[in-house]
């Protein structure tokens, strides 16, 4: 989306890039509100202390980390995922807020485009844990905002030496973001056993 949606880009197309950025980021916090109000609203119709059984908290442990696992690419394996992104043929072809909130809200939903880390699917497990609406909405809301916000690492990008600089300067934040998300993935997969074997 950096180099889609861009203050260079959307001056070019005669887009404001602040018009097409705000309707991205809340497109996104509304899709990721959507969906953790329907997995925390799904979690609180389960059987009362099914979500806090030790087996099933055992078992959320040990999915989480796999995924760390599978986020290493260990044994070549990949993430489980669609092969879809959003459909660049939008720009320049819709208005600037048309495509703004279309992209938005489809990465705000987290999983009908290519999922490049299990930190996706563990958003999700811990929407359904929640076992209430509100808390899920809050979960996901908070999910559709962060995924957004890079976004904004673009806005004083003017020209395409400018932009070129900027991806390069991402591109050295991409191994220690990738190890923070796997050790989160342990740390909540360690928190769940202890939960699970205390409890």
Request: hydrophobic share 55%.
């Given at each position: ?14 887009a404001r890039w602040s018009v097409v950025t705000t309707a991205y980021i809340l497109s996104s916090l509304l899709a990721g ?112 905002l962060v995924r957004a916000l890079p976004l904004l690492l673009v806005r004083g990008v003017q020209t395409p030496q400018a ?37």
């Amino acid at each position: 989306m950096l180099s889609s949606i861009s203050p260079l880009g959307e001056r070019a197309r005669g887009a404001r890039w602040s018009v097409v950025t705000t309707a991205y980021i809340l497109s996104s916090l509304l899709a990721g509100a959507l969906v953790g109000l329907l997995l925390g609203g799904l979690g609180s119709l389960l059987p009362h202390g099914l979500l806090t059984h030790p087996v099933v908290l055992l078992t959320m442990a040990a999915l989480l980390v796999l995924g760390a696992v599978l986020d290493t690419r260990a044994g070549g394996h990949a993430v489980p995922s669609w092969h879809r992104q959003v459909d660049e043929g939008w720009i320049g072809t819709y208005r600037g807020w048309v495509t703004g909130t279309g992209f938005g809200f489809q990465l705000g939903l987290g999983v009908v485009t290519i999922i490049t880390s299990t930190t996706t699917y563990a958003v999700l497990l811990l929407e359904l844990l929640t076992g209430s609406w509100w808390a899920g909405a809050l979960v996901g809301a908070t999910f559709g905002l962060v995924r957004a916000l890079p976004l904004l690492l673009v806005r004083g990008v003017q020209t395409p030496q400018a932009l070129h600089d900027t991806f390069r300067r991402l591109t050295t934040w991409a191994a220690p973001v990738a190890t923070l998300a796997r050790a989160v993935l342990l740390l909540a997969g360690a928190a769940l056993t202890a939960i699970a074997l205390t409890g």
